[in-house]
């Protein structure tokens, strides 16, 4: 399962959720989705504009965690 750490890099960088939006260009409900782990998908232009206005890699927004394994 891949993780957003979108919360934690806005926390980080002390950006709020709006100056974020401005920054990158989506509206706040959408990148609310992404920062809830809600969104299905993203698009590398839209990962590109975060990691620029964070000043940050994709590692650092983007986690692989491996799904627990059910009997």
């Known amino acids: 399962m891949i993780i ?5 890099m806005m926390a ?4 709020s959720l709006n ?3 401005e920054k990158v ?3 706040l409900a959408n990148l609310s989705i992404l920062k ?3 969104a299905k998908a993203i ?6 504009a975060i990691c620029k206005a964070l000043d ?4 650092d927004i983007l986690e692989y965690v491996e799904d ?3 009997s």
Request: net charge positive; proline share 0%; glycine share 4%.
């Open 56 to 59: 940050c890699k994709v590692e």
């Open 19 to 21: 100056e974020l939006s």
């Open 36 to 38: 809830n782990n809600k």
């Open 68 to 70: 627990e394994k059910r």
């Open 43 to 48: 698009r590398f232009s839209t990962l590109d």
């Open 25 to 27: 260009g989506i509206t």
């Open 4 to 8: 957003v750490n979108l919360d934690v």
């Open 12 to 15: 980080k960088r002390k950006m």
